[in-house]
């Protein structure tokens, strides 16, 4: 697991000749919600907001970012990123993004959520902007870790719990 752990860290944040995304969703009991967590590379990213119509010179995590990236990002989030918890398709609130050196991790929480017995998710991070992108998705729902991955063709991933 440390193997993989380490092989991901270095994939993440290594120069790449490859697309991946990560998206980490936990079920918090406590607070009724689902927290969730995107990395993209952020030099994709920006490849991608601008093909979704975002101003040219989008800066993510500089100076000279503008001041309306953020509506840019929470738009494709929700373009991109699907839920649906026990058959019940779920909106999520967009709560901001870090730039962590050549990554932007993006966060967005779904709130009453009490129990799930059933996730499906729709991601298509990227994938109209890269062909060979692949978008991994951790799960740790009831304390179970479950993961999947999509691609090109197939973003839907379906857990039960």
């Not at 989008?58 to 991109?80: C, V």
């Not at 009453?112 to 692949?134: C, G, H, M, P, Y």
Request: aromatic fraction near 10%.
């Amino acid at each position: 697991m440390k193997a993989f752990i380490l092989s991901l860290t270095f994939i993440l944040f290594a120069p790449h000749e490859f697309h991946l995304s990560l998206t980490e969703i936990n079920h918090n009991p406590d607070k009724k919600s689902l927290e969730i967590a995107v990395k993209l590379f952020t030099d994709d990213l920006t490849v991608a907001l601008k093909q979704a119509g975002a101003p040219t010179q989008m800066e993510l995590g500089t100076e000279n970012e503008p001041p309306e990236a953020n509506e840019y990002i929470e738009s494709y989030l929700k373009a991109h990123l699907k839920l649906v918890v026990n058959g019940k398709p779920i909106d999520f609130a967009y709560l901001g993004k870090e730039a962590e050196l050549d990554a932007t991790w993006c966060f967005v929480e779904v709130k009453d959520v009490k129990k799930v017995q059933s996730l499906q998710v729709e991601n298509s991070f990227l994938i109209e902007a890269f062909d060979d992108q692949t978008n991994m998705v951790n799960l740790n729902i009831n304390g179970r870790k479950k993961s999947g991955l999509s691609r090109k063709g197939n973003t839907k991933l379906k857990f039960e719990f």
